[in-house]
Every structure is written in C-alpha cells, then in structure tokens.
C-alpha cells in the first residue's frame, strides 16, 4: 500500500460523476477538471460528456489509478471490489454511513477496508470531504469552490474534513494557500500514522498542520509525529464532556488531549487551542528558522499594542532579555531617550528609523526570536529593506504584527512574507505566533514542558 | 465641563496645522478636513491654505468650541491658555512627554489640567491617537488612514490611542466600523468615569469596547460600568509582570486583572482576553437581545467544526440543554434520522433543509442563545429567509459562523448581519461570541461568576 498514487495520479476516475449541478458527483467533477492528467467520469447511467470528459460505463473502462467515489455508501462494497479489478490504487470515499453511525455501517466499512486492503488500495475515508494538492491542480473534493485555494506551504492533516476545508477557507481569505490537505474521515486503512510520513516528506509542504479527535492507533501517531523533520502543530478537540458528538462523527475513540500533549510538547510538536491559533503557528513554523534559544525581543511603534502582545508572552512565561549594551546605546540614539528603550522597546510612533531599531534589537545576541508591532503609515512604509537584509544576515525567526487598512498595507505586507517574515493581523495573533516558535523550539530535555495554553 | 463638545463641535480649530505631508498637524488637517462644520488650521507661521481653509494665526481668530492641538508638550501651558481665553470647551492633546515620563512631564501635564479645569475645558489626553465619530465624518486624529473606518455600532474607549486605532482598523478590514473611538491616553481630567456615560447615552453607540491599562479612578471606573445601560466588554491588560511598559505608557498605575474581574462579572460586564474578542464579544452583544437564560442550541451542517465550537463551550461550562420533543421529531423529520439530532444538532451537509433545522431549534423553548456553523456553497446559500423570519417571531440571540471563500458569501453575510444575525469567521470566534453573550446575561445573583477566561 502507497500513497505516492494520492500525489501523482495519472487518471482520476470519478465514480458516480454527474452532469446535475449540486450533485455531489458534479461538485467533485467541478473540482477536478482543471488536473493535469486524464479525468474518466464513471457512471452507467449518463452519456456524453462533462467539462469536455465522455462518460464511461465503468472503472474498467478507464486508466484511472485515483478514485473519486461519490456513490453512497451501501454500493461501495461491490465499486471498491471492481476497482481493484482495474488496477485502482487509492481511492477516496466521500460517503459517510459507516462506523460512524451504527453497527451495520461498522459492518459495511469492514467490508470495503477488507477488499481494499485485499487488492492493495489506499481508502481516503470514508466520511471524508477529501484532498486536495493545489500545486498540481488537483482538487479530490465536493466542497463547492474549494479549487479557489491557492498554494502555499502549510499542508493540513484533519481528521474532519470540514475542519480541513474551514482552515484552507480561512488560510486562502487571509491571502495566503496549502501546500496539501487531507480530510481523513473515519480512517478506513489510512490515518495520521501513513499520512505524517507523507506530509513530512513532500517537498512543498513546511509545516503540518493536524486536527486531531481522537485516534485508534496513538502509537503510530505519536511515532510518526517524533520521527518527523518538518515542524508539526496540533490541535487536539473534542474532550470527554462532548465524546458521544465526536464518536458520531469520525467514529473516534474519547481520549484526553493531555494524553496527546503529554507525549508531543518537547517533542518538537505545538499543540494549539483554536483553529486560527493552528493556522499562524503553522504559518510562524514554516516560514522562519528554527531557533538557537527562546529569548524574544518585542519592538513595537506604538505602546499599547505592544503591552497587549507582552503581556500575552509575559502570561506564557515566555522570557525578555535585556538587551545588550551595544545594542541599548544604538537603540537610544535611535530614538534619543523619549521612549521605552528596554525590551520591549517602544519607539512612540512610526519613525524613519523604525528599521534600524528592529535590525539593532534582531542582531542582539542575547535576542533568539523577534516580534514587531507596527500600525501602517503610508508615508513611511514598512521597513521592507532592513527586514530583507536581516533575514539575509541573521538566521532568527522575525515576525511582523500588523495593524491598518487592508489596502493600504497589502504590497509589503507580501514583500515581507516573501522574504521569510511572516505577518499576523492582531497583537494576539501575532503573540501566539511567538508561542508556537518557542514551543516548537523546546526539547525533550527541556526541563518543564510547555504546552502553548493560553490562546488570544 | 461637559463632554458634549467632542460629539457635536461648531467649529474646530487644528492648532499647529501644516501644509508640510507627514507632519503631524497635516495628517490631522487630512482626517478633519472632511468634518461639516467650519475647521481652523491655526499656525502663525503658516499663511495661505490647507483643504481649502485658510491659516489664521491664533486660536483667538477663530469661533471655535473644539481644538486639536497638534503642538509639543512645552508650549502646551501657553496654548491650553489661550484656548480657555478664545472660548474652546473641548480639546485633544495628542503629545506625549507627560506624566508617562518623569517628574517634569508630571508637572507639566498638572498646570495643563490646572489651566484646563480653570477655564472648564474637557481635555482628552494628552499622549493620545484622539478621537473619531465616523457618523459625523469627524475623525480627531493624526493616524493616516483612520478617516477610512466607517460607521458601526459599537463604541470604542481604549486607554490607548494605538489599541483603540488597532481595533477600529481590525473592525473596518473585516467590515464593520465603529460608533465612536476615544483614545484617552494619560487622562488629565477625563477618563472612563466620564466617557462611559456618554457612550451609554450615545443613541449610535449599541455595545460599549473598554481597552484598560489601570487607571487611578477605579472606583468612579466601576460605578461607571455598573450603572450603563448598554452592554459593556472589557480587555483589562497590564498584569504586573509588564508594569513598568505600562507606566511609561499611559502613567498607568499597576493593576490586577482580578480587581476588575471580582467587581464586573456577574454585573452585566464581559470580561475578554484579547483584541479580536473584544471586537467579536461587542459586535455580538451590540447586534442580538438579552437572552433569557443561558442555554445554548448549537446547529451544524459539518460536525468537525461544530465540535471545535461545541468543545469550546462546553470547556467554559457552557450548557446545551436537550431539545424539546417536539423539536426533536422536527428536526428527525427533516433530518432523516441520518446524523446527530441530539444538540449540537449535525445536518452532516449543508442543505436545503438547514433553515429548518435552525428555526426549530431557535423555537425550543429550551434554548436561549443560538449558534449556527454552515461553510457556504453556492447552490444553497445561506438561509437568510428563515433567519429573517426568526429575528422578527423570536427575541433570542442567534450568532452564525460562516466559513467559505469572502466573495463567494459576501452578500448573505452583509443580509445576515442587517437582520440582526451577526456572523463569525471561525468556529473559535464564534465560540467566543456566545460566552460572551453568556457572561453578558448573568447577573449578580449568579451564584459562581464567570469570567469568559479560556479565549480561542
């Protein structure tokens, strides 16, 4: 069993395709007609053809190595076995009604994971709302409009598909895409334990993000999690109080976030509280360097906001150094002694030599991550040039807390995630992007584990 | 002195305005120069323009109740002075160099008072943003860009200029805007004693956002808030560990969380944790009725985001009542019997039945407060009809959190939040609207008081 066939199709066979719009089987040819490979709509009762593909009676008739099926689920049991027949590799099953739901669905998903299992087939799902790949064009989805998700570098593992989708929503409104997303469904023969490895060794993916309700084989996941190179952020949901929701939906065992934190925190792995805290950490994750120490220093343009973001890392437990001599004699001549010169430092407003203050406290030695505040002024900018030549130079994580009209500040807003200093659009969203590089940066030898607990 | 000046000025004179782009005294023109009454740029070294207004050279020259005195900290005395002479009520000081510095600026900033009181002018600041009532298109503030946040109903009053600017720019990206915001700075003889009853009788004003550092007058602070009619959410920052940020900052004394926290909740005050809750927890409280109690019916087209919301509450203690029979058979009728009917209610896709489903939820009399979660898809849009419907018959708060591409649900999200459903980017901020709504509702009788302390 691979799962290289989910990563580089060569045909897609839609099971149950359809010219109706609505149709689930409409909304998943929607998807996937832009890919870059053959795309065989199966389905015995429809002929000529959709988005330019005939029709074909069966998967017989197709090349396919993917599986789109969209047919509910009690027919499964006999499409899964003719896939096998022709050669299907990995298919993914949007159907829900399995283990989920009762004892005969538990039944019926046993069926389809055996055949599956049998001939060798990769299941997405069931109970999925798939995956999608936007760098290939390959959108294995229903969910209307999710091919409007663009690329970027945080793949997505979730155990629900919605909450997948949600958070590629949520990523793609903030101008910003996935490297890879996966819905998992009830996890028939492919769960974290496969799909880490995988996410951990695409090329395009820099951090994983995972959504976690509750899984079978903890082991494996925790395994694979320690194993991985690529920075991991988890949030786990779905606590005792409301298990009988979560069993109902991806037919997951209740378990303990803490059994999960106990085990990941110091072991590279962020655990989050909240789908935009999962996102940012991600985004913080993969787009800087890995720290040499857990020592931050907050510049900011105005106070207010910059007490907001240090009391949220203060309230974390997370450390300000004192600045250096070198550096506080720089910074007071930057900003002849009007201002709150210690860590954080405060410049007052906006300044010409707002850039110069940030360089001064990034390239401190005793300064491991830096955190800046700055509301946008049209007639200074961002200071873009300065970051740039600090990501060059200095290999810390720097990250850009921005506030001001969208409009006004989008050109170097992108100019600074392109040169590796990502950006937040709130203090507190910028503070936990700070906590999740502090806690990913903490190792098993790390003293007192820390998990990043108290969300903004 | 009376705080009726800042709201409905005659005239305003900009003292020490300037044609000069990037000073402070042009970027204040730039924002007023839109206001309906007669503005004054007062600079004796000036002569021609500004906007179309001509220099004069002294407040004396003007008929002018307001001033936004754009000049530094050491003419001020002078300045304040001739305000008092010329007939000004009201006036902003926007310099900094005060009582947040050292002892001389203490001093200075006691004879500005001194003066102020002595000609009964109502001072805002100094070392303050300003103001801005977007409704008059008077926008009080030298920040660039502040005259594009547009008319809301929710009142800003943050302690700091930077965080009360911060907010209504985070309001105006997101697309709402904001009643009025008061940045009030070091507070020389107004403060939150006498700006929350001008907001709580401000007719515009239908939620009240309080941004807290610490302020000397804790007690006229609290009766503030005890007497307001309108709902009031409070972000109190500045625990001791960022004292001294916070000092040089607004002259702030250090202050616990706690000594707000044991005086408010429970006394009609929502305590938050950050910015983006304040923002959510007034958008919320300011659109939706008092509820009856603290019920909570959740409905959702995708169980993986419904147990992140559902976790969420149920972690602040949260309680979802059983639905009535009757509302069960309802929504079992509609449902099929297919996904979870218990509540949280999961329709396990959007469809065309989902308003249905939210109606006769909203209608069980076991249920208070109402949140939806629905990602939008296009064939079925979101349903505004039903919504309408039940805004009009049934007097309880109903919250939707919608996730999709913007442009796809722009339309109904604006319908929505126009028939009193205010709606939600994440399931997380969802969540915290409804604790808020919760914290909101209960009273002093409450036996265990409940702050809203675990944010997402």
Known sequence: MTLSDFFDPDGIAVIGA??????????????????DGTVYPVN?????????????DSVHDTDADLALCCVPGPVLPEII????????????????????????????????????DEYDITLLGPNTAGYILPHLDLYGSFVPRINEVETGNVGI????????????FQLEREGYGVSAMFGLGNRANTGFAELIPALDEDPNTDAIALHIEGTED??????????????????KVGN????????????????????????????????????????????????????????????TAQAGPGIIVADALKGAGINFPDLSEETQETVDDLLQGITYTENPVDTGRPMPEFGAVVEAVARDENVDIVLVYEIYEDSLGYPVDELERLTDEVDKPVLFTIAG????????????????????????????????????????????????????
């Open 157 to 168: 593992l979730a155990q629900s598909g919605g909450v997948g989708v949600t958070a590629s």
């Open 405 to 456: 009209p969208n409009e006004a500040l989008a050109d170097e807003r992108e100019a600074m995630e392109e040169i590796g200093v990502p950006t937040f659009q709130s203090p507190g969203r910028g503070a936990n992007a700070v906590r999740a590089i502090v806690g990913s940066s903490l190792n098993g030898s790390e003293p007192e584990k820390r998990a990043v607990e108290t969300p903004i």
């Open 81 to 116: 076995e003719e896939c096998g027949e022709a050669g299907i590799e990995a298919a993914v099953i949007f159907a829900g009604g399995f283990a989920e739901v009762d004892e005969e669905g538990e039944q019926l998903e046993a069926t389809i994971t055996e055949t599956a």
């Open 18 to 35: 359809s010219k109706t719009p609505g149709k689930l089987g409409n909304d998943a040819m929607t998807n996937i007609e832009s890919y």
């Open 44 to 56: 015995p009762s429809s002929s000529g053809t959709v988005y330019g593909y005939e029709f074909v």
């Open 240 to 299: 005792a109080a409301v298990g009988e929701f979560v069993q109902s939906h991806t037919a997951a065992p209740t378990q303990d976030t803490a059994r999960y934190e106990d085990e990941l925190v110091g072991h590279g792995v962020t655990m989050v509280s909240s789908l935009t805290e999962l996102i940012d950490a991600s985004r913080a994750l993969a787009d800087t360097p890995v720290p040499d120490g857990q020592n931050v220093g907050v510049v």
């Open 218 to 235: 903890i082991d494996g996941f925790l395994e694979a999690c320690k194993a991985a190179e690529t920075p991991i952020v988890a949030l």
